[in-house]
C-alpha cells in the first residue's frame, strides 16, 4: 500500500483546510485509515482514524472541529478541518491498519504503512 496525503497549507487562526490521502490497492474499502500529526519536538499524536466499516475515532483535542471521511471510490480518505488553531500546526500523515477491527486504533504502531506527511502551518 503507498499513500500520499495533500492539502496542507498556511492559514489563519480560524479558518480551514481539507487533507486529502490517496491510497493504492484494490481493497481500500478493507483498510482501516488514520491521521496523526507531529510537531516540532513532539511525538506523532492521533489525530482521527477511520475504520472500514466507517468507524470513527477522533482526539479529544480536535473533536467538533475536524471530521474524517472516507470514498472508497476513489481510494481518498479526507480530514476537514475547521475553527484551527496555532496548535495545530504539524505534520499531518496518513496511515492504514490492514487489521480488521470494529473501532479503528489510536496507536501508531499498529498501522502498517504511511504517508510521507503535509504540512500544516496556522498563524495567530
Known amino acids: 500500500v503507498q499513500l500520499q496525503a495533500s492539502g496542507g497549507g498556511l492559514v489563519q487562526a480560524g479558518g480551514s483546510l481539507r487533507l486529502s490521502c490517496a491510497a493504492t490497492g484494490r481493497t481500500f474499502s478493507t483498510y482501516n485509515m488514520g491521521w496523526f500529526r507531529q510537531a516540532p519536538g513532539k511525538e506523532r499524536e492521533f489525530v482521527a482514524a477511520?475504520?472500514?466499516?466507517?468507524?470513527?475515532r477522533y482526539a479529544e483535542s480536535v473533536k467538533g472541529r475536524f471530521a474524517i471521511s472516507r470514498d472508497n471510490a476513489k481510494n481518498t480518505v479526507y480530514l476537514q478541518m475547521n475553527s484551527l488553531k496555532p496548535e495545530d500546526t504539524a505534520v499531518y500523515y496518513c496511515a492504514t491498519d490492514l487489521t480488521p477491527r470494529r473501532l479503528p486504533s489510536l496507536y501508531p504502531p499498529e498501522y502498517d504503512a504511511w504517508g510521507l506527511g503535509t504540512q500544516v502551518t496556522v498563524s495567530s
Open positions: 477511520i475504520s472500514r466499516n466507517s468507524g470513527i
